[in-house]
């Protein structure tokens, strides 16, 4: 795709997806898009595949990895779908790729951009395929998956396998994003094991892990005076997982929602507030502050987790910035997962 046919497809991703990064002041409309309902149930496989009468969705992989020596790694594979207008033709929607590695030596990102209909960016179902040019997610179904993508300075190609079932967040898989009511449809697979390869810059390092897909479509946008957000996800001992948003107002306040999953998958939704997330150390990233370290606690499930960023420079320098990087989790439950900090 040429320059000039790139740039309206840049401008509508830029002012519509943002809002999916949590820049509600951007992507307002909602009108002639289809509206999250709570009393929709998630039907598989139909829901791993896309939503296209809503305005915006994302198929989200983080992974928690180390290589022979115990060396961390993360990875992220994201594609992100955009409706340009109401109506659902596959020309009308606009894809995004993101991926990055994070390393001992650095982090590494790139992006794809794409425009529906002309077979360079898409998702099925059944049998389970998502791709944006040659990055893909494909396998028999979204339980079991390879994931590849590749820049001009790495590679990854790794295999995942569940061993739990897809969970619904918020209320049965509808979750609320504000006190005033914005909502999405949102489900996760957390209890993804990971094997694979990363060719770096230095060579190739063969590791193993455990890796979390969020999978999310909705089309309000956030409340105005929201900023942005601060997502967790940790993977805990015993196979239980926890997760966390605190997405922020221009007051300081903020709607904080958490799930904690045991390990058999069932979720328990923790209600609006009593999950705390709490920053207690900023770093200098791409010349703004950033909190890479936060006390997490929830008092009747006896959680004091501190999340402490294992690399703090892990910023996604794409078209829309963020940072996305893995974590250390201990307190009075060890573990690992990935934080994602956007708006600031």
């Known amino acids: ?33 289809a509206l999250p309902d709570p009393a929709t149930r998630f039907t598989f496989p139909d829901d791993h595949g896309p939503h296209p009468e809503f305005r915006i969705e994302w198929w989200y992989v983080t992974a928690n990895l180390k290589d022979a020596d115990g060396t961390d790694y993360g990875i ?15 020309e009308d929607q606009a894809w995004m790729g993101h991926a990055a590695v994070s390393a001992p030596t650095g982090h590494l990102v790139a992006e794809r951009l794409a425009r529906g209909g002309i077979g360079q960016a898409g998702v099925t179902a059944s049998p389970f395929e998502a791709f944006i040019d040659e990055w893909r997610m494909a396998g028999p ?38 006190f005033v009511g914005q909502a999405s449809h949102y489900y996760s697979q957390p209890f993804y094991s990971v094997t694979g ?6 060579g190739e390092v063969h590791v ?28 805990l001992p015993n196979g239980e997982k926890l997760m966390g948003y605190r997405l922020r107002d221009r007051t300081g306040g903020a709607y904080v929602f958490g799930t904690w999953i045991a390990a058999d998958g069932s979720p328990e939704p923790l209600r609006v507030g009593s999950l705390e997330m709490t ?41 829309i910035p963020y940072w996305e990087g893995p974590v250390r989790a201990s307190g009075s439950h060890s573990g ?8 600031y």
Not at 153 to 162: K, M, P, V, W
Not at 197 to 202: E, Q
Not at 285 to 314: C, F, K, M, N, T
């Open 76 to 90: 992220q594979w994201t594609l992100f779908r955009n409706a340009l207008s109401p109506g659902g033709k596959p």
């Open 197 to 202: 390869t990363l060719t770096l810059p230095g």
């Open 279 to 319: 920053p207690i150390e900023w770093a200098e990233v791409a010349g703004r502050q950033l909190p890479v370290a936060w006390d997490i606690a929830h008092e009747a499930r006896g959680i004091a987790i501190r999340a402490e960023a294992i690399y703090p420079q892990s910023w996604m320098g794409t078209l």
């Open 1 to 33: 795709m040429n320059a000039k046919a790139l740039l309206p497809l840049l401008l509508c991703i830029t002012h519509s997806l943002a809002m999916a990064q949590g820049f509600a002041e951007l992507g307002q409309t909602s009108e002639g898009y």
């Open 141 to 178: 179904d979204l339980a079991t998956v390879s994931i590849a993508a590749q820049s001009h300075e790495f590679r990854y190609d790794l295999d995942l396998s569940s061993n739990g079932p897809f969970v619904p967040q918020g209320e049965d898989g509808y979750s609320v994003k504000s």
């Open 208 to 235: 193993t892990g455990q890796a979390w897909l969020d999978r999310e479509w909705y089309s309000q946008a956030l409340v105005q005076d929201q900023t942005g957000w601060d997502w967790i996800s940790l993977h």
């Open 336 to 343: 690992e997962g990935y934080l994602e900090l956007t708006g």
